[in-house]
């Protein structure tokens, strides 16, 4: 049985820190990074903002995603991250709605 799963990106401003996961849940995983919930890099750095997603019918490709783009040099990830969202709104605000 295939589950499937998101690749996200967070930020803690325009062009600053990014944090990138693997998740079956969206709107649960940030907002557990939202909160606080999340302990380690994503807390210490106050990266809260949801700038960036794809998903997946299979979690196994969303991970296989993780770490390519893990590979990438910064410039990369934040020219992904400017192509589909150039204002760096919080795209989990529009999901919620």
Request: charged share 35%; net charge positive.
């Amino acid at each position: 049985m295939k589950r499937g799963g998101y690749f996200y990106i967070l930020a803690n401003q325009r062009n600053g820190t990014l944090y990138k996961g693997v998740t079956n849940d969206l709107i649960r995983r940030v907002s557990e990074h939202k909160e606080g919930k999340i302990k380690g890099f994503s807390q210490r750095y106050c990266i809260k903002t949801l700038v960036y997603y794809e998903g997946y019918d299979d979690i196994r490709a969303a991970i296989a995603r993780e770490k390519q783009v893990g590979e990438w040099k910064r410039a990369w990830k934040l020219k992904l991250i400017e192509d589909t969202n150039p204002e760096w709104r919080d795209l989990y605000s529009e999901m919620i709605k």
